[in-house]
């Protein structure tokens, strides 16, 4: 089956998904953002991988976070970074997202990082640039958060070192979370042994079920004797109409509080792609307690785009 992520001989050219992606690829990534991860803590090391290359950051969303991440995981690599200003681009003039590629093309670009709140806005690009351009989707609407996912994988890696025998419970807007469906497709991929979905049924996608995970809306039995919990903040800016009666309302049911977390297994992490709403989906002292590994995530989340980069650097 066709995959446009690989070229003819299985390897990475783009990224743009976790769906589709070998598990031999994503360990690669894995593997290679390890060496990263242990050089990092050593010491603010630069490498020569993307010498000469031009990475250039498309963020048509807002995010600081994960536009920062990138910067400087390319900025690492000793890449020429670029950061396009959309607001005053020509596409807020009326040029079509293809027109603007084609012309950030003719300025010797090797790589895009595109966030997009179109679903597939990633997957168009990659089709239309020429073969030595590489694409990176770092958020497409609803669809897809690959380098969230596999940032995320690395951590539960990191501290459990291997899915087999894993319980993992993704907990809140299941149906607006490119991340949650990032995390489902390499949790299935790498083998988890059981993904659970917690959340009020407003915020369930129908048929969420048919990706193999179990469906919870009672949060307590959800926890119960959970390895990992990863928690999703209310896609507000996602969500037409009221589909819960409050924040409050929420955070009784579905916020993630001392009382519990302690369903979950002793040694369970806790884990949130950001931005956290503390009081909403999380109580701050389980954000900030010892059972939490969110900052963990955003330093692993470095070292792990920086491999997806070096790899994609590398391929022809």
């Known amino acids: 089956m066709y995959n446009p992520q690989l070229n003819k001989n299985g390897e990475l050219i783009h990224l743009l998904s976790t769906e589709g992606l070998p598990k031999d690829i994503i360990y690669h990534i894995l593997d290679t953002a390890k060496e990263f991860a242990t050089a990092a803590a050593q010491e603010s090391k630069k490498y020569p991988y993307l010498h000469g290359k031009n990475v250039f950051n498309l963020f048509f969303e807002n995010s600081t976070r994960t536009r920062t991440t990138f910067e400087i995981a390319a900025k690492r690599l000793s890449a020429d970074v670029f950061n396009l200003n959309i607001s005053s681009s020509s596409t807020a003039k009326g040029e079509s997202l293809l027109d603007t590629i084609d012309n950030l093309s003719a300025m010797q670009a090797d790589i895009f990082v595109v966030r997009h709140n179109a679903s597939g806005a990633p997957y168009l690009i990659a089709n239309h640039t020429k073969d030595h351009v590489h694409v990176v989707n770092a958020g497409d609407g609803w669809h897809a958060h690959p380098t969230q996912g596999l ?48 959340g009020p049924l407003t915020l369930l996608p129908t048929a969420i079920d048919k990706l193999g995970v179990k469906v919870f809306t009672n949060m307590e039995e959800g926890l119960r004797d959970v390895d990992v919990i990863i928690m999703l903040r209310l896609q507000n800016e996602r969500m037409s109409g009221a589909l819960l009666p409050s924040a409050h309302e929420y955070y009784q049911t579905y916020g993630l509080t001392a009382k519990k977390l302690k369903l979950a297994k002793d040694d369970a992490i806790v884990m949130h792609p950001g931005p956290m709403n503390r009081g909403v989906e999380i109580d701050s002292r389980i954000a900030d307690g010892p059972q939490a590994v969110i900052l963990d995530q955003v330093t692993f989340g470095i070292a792990v785009r920086m491999a997806v980069m070096k790899i994609l650097g590398g391929a022809k």
Do not use: C, P, Q
């Open 151 to 198: 940032l995320d994988m690395y951590t539960i890696r990191h501290y459990k070192k291997d899915f087999s025998n894993l319980t993992v419970a993704i907990v809140g807007d299941i149906m607006h979370s490119r991340v949650a469906r990032s995390d489902i497709h390499a949790l299935t991929t790498l083998g988890a042994a059981e993904i659970r979905v917690i």
